[in-house]
C-alpha cells in the first residue's frame, strides 16, 4: 500500500515536470512574439511621408487592413502603417472607417472556413452548448462584438468557430464592424492625444 501513493506522487511530479519539447515550444512562442512586436516597431519608425499619398491614403488602409485580416496564418503589422496614417490624415474619422471596413471584411475568411468546414467541430461535446449561444443574434453578435473590438490574436478561432456554429454573415460582419469601428477609433484618439 506504501507504493502507491509513492507511484501517484512520482506520476504528479512527471506531469508537472516540463518536457524539452514544451520548453522548445514556448522558447519559439516568445522569440516570434518578441519579433512580431520588432517588426512592428521598426515600420513604425521608418520615414515614410504617407501624407504624399493623399487621397490615396484611405483606400491603402483599407487594402492593408483586409490583406492582413484575411491572412490567417501569417501575421502582418499594419497598425503601424494606420497610426502614420492617422498622424497625417485629414479626414481621421475616413481613415477608421476605411480600416474598420477593410478588417471585418478580411475576417470573412474565418467565417468562411468556419462555415465550410462546419463538421470538423460538429462531434465535439463542448458544439451543442456554442450552438446554442449562436442561435440567438444578439447573444452571438455581442460575443463576437466583445472579442472584435481589442486586439486579439486568435480572433480567427472566433471567426472560424462563427461560421462552423452556423451564425448568420450579416450578424457576424456588423458585430465585427462595429468591434473594429470600436477599436480604430480608440487608437484614433490615442494618436490625436499624443500628437503623433
Known sequence: MVGLPRALSLAAVE???PRNGDRQNRAVAVAAGVG???????????P?????????????????????????VVPIPYVPVIVHVMSTAELLALTVLAAALGSAIGESTGWLVGRAER??????????????????????????????????????????AAGALGMPY???????????TLRFAALALGVVALGL
Do not use: C, E, K
Not at 515614410?48 to 490567417?72: E, H, R
Not at 467541430?121 to 462584438?145: K, T
Open 15 to 17: 506531469r508537472v515536470r
Open 36 to 46: 512580431f512586436i520588432a517588426i512592428n516597431i521598426a515600420i513604425f519608425l521608418l
Open 119 to 160: 463538421t470538423l467541430i460538429a462531434d465535439h461535446p463542448l458544439y451543442a452548448r456554442l450552438q446554442r449561444l449562436a442561435s440567438s443574434p444578439w447573444r452571438s453578435g455581442l460575443f463576437v462584438f466583445a472579442v472584435a473590438a481589442p486586439p486579439n490574436p486568435v480572433f480567427d478561432l472566433a471567426g472560424f
Open 170 to 180: 450579416r450578424t457576424f460582419f456588423v458585430a465585427v464592424l462595429a468591434g473594429r
Open 48 to 72: 515614410i511621408p504617407y501624407a504624399v499619398f493623399g487621397a490615396w491614403a484611405y483606400l491603402g488602409v483599407f487594402l492593408i487592413t483586409l490583406i492582413s485580416n484575411a491572412a490567417m
